[in-house]
């Protein structure tokens, strides 16, 4: 059973505009969130993440938006750019345990 | 630090024979853990250590996976016997302690059972 929920297989986006990635969980005891970026043939690569206790964590051009009563977390990327194309995984962890993955959202930044 | 380094890369064998996917973790970190992604499932957990001590199993598909932890440098995943629904890529990730920390994950093996 996911815990952890991208709906989203897919995303088009042209270049200079804005990314924005979803993800649901289900969980109510998960309390930090990670994005993770993944190229072909790599191992995923740590992005972005949130704590429970924040609604929002800006980074750059990344920037991770928290919706604790929704059980919704999404990802900005803005400006978007043609070397952001990849597949984003976002990932939950209740207590420090282990991380749970949703399925991955393939981003594809079009110049 | 080289990172989480995993071997082989790539893995070619007949259905029915033993696989053996290896990983040394990030030197100083107490997490070890093995995911598999697939289309349908992305990625998923399969097994984690904790200063070299299995916590959690209950991702192992079957009892035809194994994982072990020897030392805190090194892990296996063995698959035996080998399936063709086996094939995917498996990765191996390591992380510094408990709490508010991301997990560093290797460049992956992907496995073929033909």
Known sequence: ?111 | DAGVIQSPRHEVTEMGQEVTLRCKPISGHDYLFWYRQTMMRGLELLIYFNNNVPIDDSGMPEDRFSAKMPNASFSTLKIQPSEPRDSAVYFCASRRRQGNTEAFFGQGTRLTVV
């Not at chain 1, 072909?40 to 604790?68: C, M, Q």
């Not at chain 1, 976002?90 to 207590?95: G, M, R, V, Y």
């Open chain 1, 1 to 111: 059973d996911q815990q952890v929920k991208q709906n989203s297989p897919s995303l088009s986006v042209q270049e200079g505009r804005i990314s924005i990635l979803n993800c649901d969980y289900t969980n109510s005891m998960f309390d930090y969130f990670l994005w993770y970026k993944k190229y072909p043939a790599e191992g995923p690569t740590f992005l972005i993440s949130i704590s429970s206790i924040k609604d929002k964590n800006e980074d750059g051009r990344f920037t991770v938006f928290l919706n604790k009563s929704a059980k919704h977390l999404s990802l900005h990327i803005v400006p978007s750019q043609p070397g952001d194309s990849a597949v984003y995984f976002c990932a939950a962890s209740a207590l420090g345990n282990q991380f749970y993955f949703g399925t991955g959202t393939s981003l594809t930044v079009i110049p």
